[in-house]
């Protein structure tokens, strides 16, 4: 059975950082790309940042670009999205994903709150 269980969420004020993490079962790990994104209610599920299955290229959307970064230990089966600067903006669920070629998975989510 494939799990993707993110951790690292809660509530932080602008300008502060959180770390992400997302253990990953039940597939090869080193094979998959790993994605972040994130969703707030009402809208579409939107991609955060990428990375490749040998972390040799990474992906990140305009709006997180020099703020947020993604990194994987392929060793310990888990992905990370440091997150810093963050902004009011940034509040919402944050989904990891493994993806190889049509394979997907998701994990459940964890809630990022930016408020003062």
């Known amino acids: 059975q494939v799990r993707l269980v993110e951790s690292g969420g809660g509530l932080v004020q602008p300008g502060g950082s959180l770390g992400l993490s997302c253990a990953v079962s039940g597939l090869t790990f080193s094979r998959y790309a790993m994605s972040w994104y994130r969703q707030t209610p009402g809208k579409e599920r939107e991609l955060v940042a990428t990375i490749t299955s040998a972390s040799d290229s990474t992906n990140y959307a305009d709006s997180v670009k020099g703020r947020f970064t993604i990194s994987r230990d392929n060793a310990k089966n888990t992905a990370y999205l440091q997150m810093n600067s963050l902004k009011p903006d940034d509040t919402a669920v944050y989904y990891c994903?493994?993806?190889?070629?049509?394979?997907?998975?998701w994990g459940q989510g964890t809630q990022v709150t930016v408020s003062s």
């Open positions: 994903n493994a993806k190889l070629i049509w394979q997907m998975y």
